[in-house]
T-cell receptor, first 117, second 115 residues
Framework: GAVVSQHPSRVICKSGTSVKIECRSL??????MFWYRQFPKQSLMLMAT?????????EQGVEKDKFLINHASLTLSTLTVTSAHPEDSSFYIC?????????????FGPGTRLTVT | AQTVTQSQPEMSVQEAETVTLSCTYD???????LFWYKQPPSRQMILVIR??????QNATENRFSVNFQKAAKSFSLKISDSQLGDTAMYFC????????????FGGGTRLMVKP
C-alpha cells in the first residue's frame, strides 16, 4: 500500500520558537494532503487541506498565521508551528490522497508528537 | 454538515469472542463512503474497512465486517474471533462528494481485548 512518512516523529521545542513538520508521500504523488491535530484520547481534528501548488484551506478556528502549511511538490507538505506555546503541544498527523476525486483513500503518516516547554 | 457519532467511548471483549462497535452518521447526500480506522497504541491510523453507500452488500475484510443500514444511517463494525492485537482506538469516518476528499471522524471507541 501507499506509504506516508512524517519527520520528526517527536520534537521538543521552547516556547516562542518555530518548528517544522514534514509529510512525505513515498511511493505516490499526493495531489491533496491533510493536516490533523489529535489531543489525548480524542478524535482527529482536521486543521487544513492543502493542494499542491495552491494555498491551504484552513478549518474554522485554526490560525493560518500560526500554522503555516506549504505543499510545494506532489510528494511533500510541511506544517510550521510558529511562535509555539505550550498549548500547541499535541499529536499532529498528516494524510495524503493521490486522486483528484472525492472517493480516493487517504493514507496516514505515523504522526508527530510536539511538546512545547 | 455531516456528523459522525460513536456512542460507545470504551468497550472490552474477551479474546476469541465477537464484538460490535456502533456508528451513526447524518448526511443529506446520497453518494458517500464510510470507513472504519484503527489506531493502535503506536497511533498509526490503519484503514480497517470501507463501504460505498451505493453498494447494498456489506463489506467484509477477514475477521472484520460491517452492518450498513443506509436508511437508518448506521454503520457498525463487527470483529470476530477478537485478538489481542485488535486492542486499539477505532474511528468511524465519512466522506462524500460534497465534502471533497475530507474525512469527518467520529469520537472513537477504545476497544480492549482481554486474554
Amino acid at each position: 500500500g501507499a506509504v506516508v512518512s512524517q519527520h520528526p516523529s517527536r520534537v521538543i521545542c521552547k516556547s516562542g520558537t518555530s518548528v517544522k513538520i514534514e509529510c512525505r508521500s513515498l511511493d505516490f504523488q499526493a495531489t491533496t494532503m491533510f493536516w490533523y491535530r489529535q489531543f489525548p484520547k480524542q478524535s482527529l481534528m482536521l486543521m487544513a487541506t492543502s493542494n499542491e501548488g495552491s494555498k491551504a484551506t484552513y478549518e474554522q478556528g485554526v490560525e493560518k498565521d500560526k500554522f503555516l502549511i506549504n505543499h510545494a511538490s506532489l510528494t511533500l507538505s510541511t506544517l510550521t508551528v510558529t511562535s509555539a506555546h505550550p498549548e500547541d503541544s499535541s499529536f499532529y498527523i498528516c494524510s495524503a490522497s493521490s486522486g483528484g476525486g472525492w472517493s480516493y483513500e487517504q493514507y496516514f503518516g505515523p504522526g508527530t508528537r510536539l511538546t512545547v516547554t | 454538515a455531516q456528523t459522525v457519532t460513536q456512542s460507545q467511548p470504551e468497550m472490552s471483549v474477551q479474546e476469541a469472542e465477537t464484538v460490535t462497535l456502533s456508528c451513526t452518521y447524518d448526511t443529506s447526500e446520497n453518494n458517500y463512503y464510510l470507513f472504519w480506522y484503527k489506531q493502535p497504541p503506536s497511533r498509526q491510523m490503519i484503514l480497517v474497512i470501507r463501504q460505498e453507500a451505493y453498494k447494498q452488500q456489506n463489506a467484509t475484510e477477514n475477521r472484520f465486517s460491517v452492518n450498513f443500514q443506509k436508511a437508518a444511517k448506521s454503520f457498525s463494525l463487527k470483529i470476530s474471533d477478537s485478538q489481542l492485537g485488535d486492542t486499539a482506538m477505532y474511528f468511524c469516518a465519512f466522506t462524500s462528494r460534497g465534502a471533497g476528499n475530507m474525512l469527518t471522524f467520529g469520537g472513537g471507541t477504545r476497544l480492549m481485548v482481554k486474554p
